[in-house]
């Protein structure tokens, strides 16, 4: 059975860190490129970042370049989302989807994860 899961999201105070990881099973990650999403509450999902099949291409939304960081380890079939700096306005449900090219527009992505939700508040 295919799966993506993602997991690190929580409650965490303006400034702090989290990173998100996008597991998968059922399949290998090794030639997937892979994005990171998100989506608040009456907002349409916006396409945060995404990393090529061998890592070798990354590309962020201008609202997170310098605080967030994508990276993977095809060996433990996994993609990071290192969020630092965090701001009240990165609070969303963050999904992680396997894409057909590395881009921020969803209608390249084919499969995609449940989400885990970011909240930054004092």
């Known amino acids: 059975q295919l799966q993506l899961v993602e997991s690190g999201g929580g409650l965490v105070q303006p400034g702090g860190s989290l990173r998100l990881t996008c597991a998968a099973s059922g399949f290998t990650l090794d030639y997937a490129n892979i994005g990171w999403f998100r989506q608040a509450p009456g907002k349409e999902r916006e396409g945060v970042s995404c990393i090529s099949s061998r890592g070798g ?19 433990k079939n996994t993609v990071y989302l290192q969020m630092s700096s965090l701001k009240p ?3 969303a449900l963050y999904y992680c989807a396997v894409g ?21 508040s004092s």
């Open 100 to 120: 057909r090219l590395c881009g921020l527009g969803s209608n390249v992505y084919w499969y995609w994860g449940q989400g885990t939700q970011v909240t930054v």
């Open 89 to 91: 306005e990165d609070t």
């Open 57 to 75: 291409y990354t590309n962020y939304a201008d609202s997170v370049k310098g605080r967030f960081t994508i990276s993977r380890d095809n060996a």
